[in-house]
């Protein structure tokens, strides 16, 4: 499972080429902007975005967390890679994107959200992107939450189903 992820990761940083039928997502897949929710609380936060994390595997999903290139130097002052990033986030390295300097998340996140009907959790309203990823604007497809007092409040339901249309 964890070499599909990776597998997804790096086709998402060259051209799109289909995943092969065998190739399966992890049971109860979600996407996570991870740059979107490390903002959720005062600052910046990979705690914030651990707990966020724990509060969807509680709920039944695993997690897919996409950052953008930047993100080492949001929460520090150097690069980060997927390696970096998995202990702090206690998620598998192959759960985890950085996509390329230069690339935007948003398109590499709303692209497999699209190709796999999988839901997105971010604060972002993705309105830029609708024209060419409708999916995102289907009922249920986006989960937005918060940080308040230490504990995550989420704005929709964790089991939703995703519009079909």
């Known amino acids: 499972m964890g070499f599909v992820i990776l597998l997804w990761a790096r086709l998402l940083r060259t051209p799109p080429v289909p995943l092969a039928p065998q190739d399966t997502l992890p049971p109860n897949a979600i996407l996570v902007d991870g740059s979107n929710v490390m903002h959720w609380g005062p ?8 707990q966020v ?11 897919i967390v996409f950052f953008d290139a930047s993100v080492g130097y949001v ?3 150097h690069y980060y890679s997927e390696a970096k990033l998995a202990p702090l986030l206690g998620v598998p390295q192959e759960h985890i994107c950085v996509v390329n300097r230069g690339v935007i998340a948003d ?14 959790v971010s604060n972002d309203k993705y309105r830029d992107w609708r024209v060419q990823f ?7 497809v986006l989960l937005d939450g918060t940080w308040r007092e ?3 409040v989420w ?4 089991n939703a189903q995703v519009a079909r249309a």
Not at 53 to 63: I, K, Q, V, W, Y
Not at 109 to 120: P, Q, Y
């Open 107 to 120: 398109v590499s996140i709303l692209s497999m959200a699209t190709d796999h009907g999988l839901r997105v």
């Open 155 to 158: 704005r929709g339901k964790l």
């Open 53 to 63: 994390l724990r509060s969807l595997e509680r709920a039944g999903h695993t997690p």
């Open 150 to 152: 230490g504990t995550v």
């Open 43 to 50: 600052e910046p936060s990979a705690k914030i975005l651990a």
């Open 134 to 140: 409708p999916h995102a604007a289907k009922k249920g």
């Open 75 to 77: 929460l520090d002052d």
